[in-house]
């Protein structure tokens, strides 16, 4: 299983939260690395004011910061718990030094800064297991799992607890490639054909679909190397 305690990682999210977009994607097809994914994904909430959010699979806690700005309390929770600590070190200081690699051995310096316009005081952040969230976990207005769903061991064990999380009338916005891995996800527990069609299967019965869209992410290894990935984001509200 990936590493996700390793300095390596927890730099490569940095960057893909707080970077700006030269960093995130330093060539001539830099239009890729202009699209914000991480701050798209929040977007797709409907536009109003609520009580309480949810941010799974949190990571360094960008989402969960900019979820500050139209909510009164922003719950993150990741399993890593250095993305944790970086968020938290975030929250706290308003930045965080990390590094970018270059090639081999060669780095260079940058520094995460918080988002404009975002309400750290409203955000508290926890490591943890999306598949194991606490009894109390009920009554959220907003639950946001970006890239989460395909990196859980049971994917519709979390589907089946997203109405239990949300109260009357709340949302939920799911972004995920659908990279199924066995270092991730057991092979039996793998949707069965298409899974945009299985997704909407699982979702339909208690849940309404607002909006669904396809978006781009890049992941940047170091100065010649990234990863290019293309997530299924869909809205959907808990019918009442």
Sequence with gaps: MQD???????NEYLL?????????MPWVIGGLGALDFVSRTVEFFTAKRVRLSLDLGCAVGRSSFLLSKTSEKVIGIDFSQSFIDAANTLKERGSLAYQIQEEGDRYTESEALLPDGVKPERVSFAQGDALALPEGFKGFDRVHASNLLCRLPDPKAFLDRLPDLLGEGGEVVLATPFSWLEQYTPRDKWPEGDSWEWLQEQMRERFELIHETDESFIIREHGRKFQLGVSKISAWRKRR
Excluded: A, I, N
């Design 16 to 24: 893909m939260h707080y970077g700006t977009s030269e960093e995130r």
């Design 4 to 10: 996700y305690e390793s300095d390596k990682l927890l």
